[in-house]
């Protein structure tokens, strides 16, 4: 398989925070431009954001004045390296919008620190850019930049194409040439989609581009990185987090139209559309006022939008929402409502991801373009009534390129890991560790693509109550406890050649420490709420912090990993979950198909924005290999029936094919082990009142 071998320089992470003001009739000379304002002069502190010593104009300080220090506190937190800011004005009069441009810097690795925002208005695009690129954009000749140049300078000249043809029409046998403007408008936005479509790997990100008046956003079609949305009147004030009466309607009118898709991911990501439907979808959103200003404010319009990677929101009614991974959102500043609209990928379309900027085609029926999407449909065949199980021979061929996909996805996450410089110390990488097979797989593989002096952490995390302690017993001794320390002998076993050092993390959480923390970790969570949420949420919280004993239960160890490789989307793909078994039961193998299209399709909803959040929040990143583009797609060309068998017992029908590769790999033990959830587990959910719903336990609480 092809091994990537893009090893930039400087390697970075992001925290995003972008809002959108309407000005009324705005006359500051100032506001013509950009306000360039120095690194070093933004100031975050429990007030608020505000410039230092910079000469700003009063519509910059407006701004200021209404966004809340919370949330951007929080971004600060995924990004502890550096901050900037950019403040533009796009447009004049009534129809003028200040923009708020705002990012956070985890440096990784490499001397100099990139910089967020990236660009100017001056050069006519600034980009907020908060992922990992491993494959496209022709990466691979650009060893010496860091991803964010190579994405800036792609997008900026898909920003500034302009179409060499106009076309002429024809109407009664007189050619009518084109309105050129519009043209060139429609073939700028096919070329920057096109570039979009060429990106692989997680990604989220906010681009203002200031010669369109537009403002693209969005996250990658797994939906792998964090970004949330939030409309809101200023009655309420842009930023404001809190449950009080909202006094802005947002009225959403929905174009329907319909596609062949063979997989229902994209349409289970369009919010709330179920599975089964197979449609893409284009959204306008309109900002409807309620209420009037605050009295004595005149600068900013009642309509404002924030972007952000997190919220510092508790409770539900908190107005955010994740950001659809279903497409690419493009919100015209020029609008008087700040209408959005909505590109959805389009599955099944295919995209040079090597050289060049790709020409997408055209809907033919609605004359926009398209959004080719990195993924590939799923595989729906079924096996006929009463088939003979898959041959062993078919198993281990689809097992061993499982196992090479995963070990070139895991080699893209731990290429950097060497070195910049040989004097420098290796960098440690960290796995969040049960000792199931999921885990287990990842650790072998890192293990095989890691340098053999990189240490690798294996964090384990364990939940009890000091009140229900049996002095007799370690109360840690938890279901993921047990099979941690199997694991990590196992893998000990695995590598007894080597001088590989493993580090195993036992994190020990009591009631009361859970307690501290509890809050806080609500609110990166949000705009999730359910019971289930807040306790995964918490379990790979204390795991990303990374404090914890060794193995004499004593001796104080600190995982210092910036990464952590986690095993979220396995299951879902493979059949993992018992609701995939009682469908199986239900519906037998077209239910099976049905339950499995529609996890894939809603993982960016449920699971991704929520694990990115409670990661970045420790100034380390997720990363998800099982994921990756190349192993997705794989998985999603098989057939179900060599992915998992069902009428087999647990711990061995389900993720069929994950077990057979892990055998072959030398797991033998953890290969027959059966799935079970972080939440029990770690024991978090017998510390919990589990007679609440998650929304009222929550609420109660922050109340």
Not at 155 to 175: F, M, N, T, W, Y
Request: proline content about 6%.
């Amino acid at each position: 398989t092809h091994t990537h071998t893009h090893t930039c320089l400087c390697l970075l992470m992001c925290g995003i925070w972008v809002q959108v003001f309407g000005c009324r009739g705005c006359e500051c000379s100032k506001c013509t431009s950009t306000t360039l304002v120095p690194a070093e002069a933004w100031v975050l502190d429990a007030a608020g954001l505000a410039v230092d010593g910079a000469d700003s104009c009063a519509c910059l300080t407006s701004v200021l004045e209404h966004t809340q220090p919370d949330p951007l506190l929080l971004i600060r937190r995924r990004g502890p390296d550096a901050q900037g800011g950019l403040f533009v004005t796009v447009g004049g009069g009534q129809c003028g919008r200040h923009v708020l441009l705002w990012g956070s810097v985890l440096h990784l690795r490499g001397n100099v620190v990139q910089q967020q925002p990236a660009g100017s208005a001056a050069d006519g695009q600034v980009l907020l850019w908060n992922g990992e690129l491993f494959g496209g954009l022709g990466i691979d000749t650009h060893p010496d930049d860091n991803d964010t140049a190579i994405v800036l300078r792609a997008l900026s000249a898909a920003c500034q194409h302009s179409g060499a043809r106009v076309p002429e029409q024809v109407v009664d046998g007189i050619k009518h040439p084109t309105n050129t403007a519009a043209y060139t408008d429609r073939d700028r936005d096919a070329a920057l989609l096109g570039t979009v479509s060429q990106l692989r790997g997680p990604w989220a990100m906010v681009l203002l581009d200031v010669a369109s008046k537009k403002l693209w956003y969005g996250r990658d079609a797994v939906g792998r990185r964090s970004l949330v949305v939030r409309s809101t009147s200023q009655g309420t004030s842009p930023a404001t987090n809190s449950t009080a009466k909202q006094s802005a309607t947002i009225v959403t009118t929905t174009t329907t139209t319909t596609t062949t898709l063979a997989t229902a991911a994209t349409a289970a990501q369009l919010e709330s559309q179920p599975a089964a439907l197979k449609t893409t979808v284009s959204v306008t959103s309109t900002i409807v006022p309620a209420s009037p200003s605050t009295p004595g404010d005149d600068k900013l319009s009642a309509d404002t939008i924030t972007i952000a990677s997190t919220t510092a929101a508790t409770v539900p009614g908190h107005c955010w929402h994740e950001v659809s991974a279903a497409g690419l959102h493009c919100i015209d500043l020029c609008s008087p409502t700040l209408a959005t609209a909505t590109i959805p990928w389009s599955i099944g379309s295919t995209v040079n991801t090597t050289e060049g900027t790709a020409q997408p085609q055209r809907q033919q029926d609605r004359g926009v373009p398209l959004l080719p999407s990195p993924l590939t449909p799923l595989n729906r065949s079924l096996p006929a009534e009463n088939a003979p199980p898959v041959p062993e021979a078919t198993l281990i061929t689809a097992a061993d390129q499982l196992t090479a996909h995963l070990e070139n996805a895991v080699r893209k996450r731990v290429a950097t890991f060497a070195p910049a410089h040989p004097q420098d110390q290796p960098m440690p990488l960290a796995i969040l560790f049960s000792g199931g097979i999921d885990c287990m797989v990842l650790a072998a593989l890192a293990h095989r693509c890691l340098p053999v002096s990189s240490p690798i952490d294996l964090i384990n995390v364990a939940f009890a109550n000091p009140n229900k302690v049996n002095p007799t017993k370690d109360p840690f001794n938890v279901p993921d406890r047990k099979t941690g320390l199997n694991g990590f002998a196992e893998l000990q076993a695995l590598t007894a050649d080597s001088s590989r050092q493993w580090n195993f993390v036992a994190v020990n959480v009591l009631r009361p420490e859970l307690d501290r923390h509890r809050a806080h970790i609500r609110q990166l969570i949000a705009p999730l709420n359910s019971v289930m949420d807040e306790d995964i949420g918490c379990a790979i919280w204390f795991a990303a912090r990374g404090h914890g004993v060794a193995l004499d239960g004593t001796t104080l160890a600190q995982s210092n990993a910036k990464v952590l490789l986690l095993g979220m989307g396995a299951d879902e793909q493979l059949a993992g979950y018992s609701r995939h078994r009682t469908a199986f039961q239900a519906r037998q193998w077209t239910g099976l198909l049905e339950e499995v299209a529609l996890d894939v399709g809603r993982i960016s909803v449920r699971n991704l924005g929520r694990d990115d959040r409670i990661v970045s929040d420790h100034g380390k990143e997720a990363r998800f290999p099982f994921l990756d583009e190349d192993v997705m797609n794989f998985l999603s060309s098989l057939p179900m029936s060599v992915k998992a068998d069902l009428t087999q017992p647990r711990g061995h029908g389900e993720k069929q094919l994950l077990r057979v590769a892990a055998k072959r790999i030398g797991l033998k033990g953890a290969s027959s082990l059966a799935k079970r959830a972080i939440q029990f587990g770690s024991r978090i959910a017998k510390l919990v009142d589990t007679k609440q719903s998650g929304s009222d336990r929550m609420q109660a609480a922050a109340l």
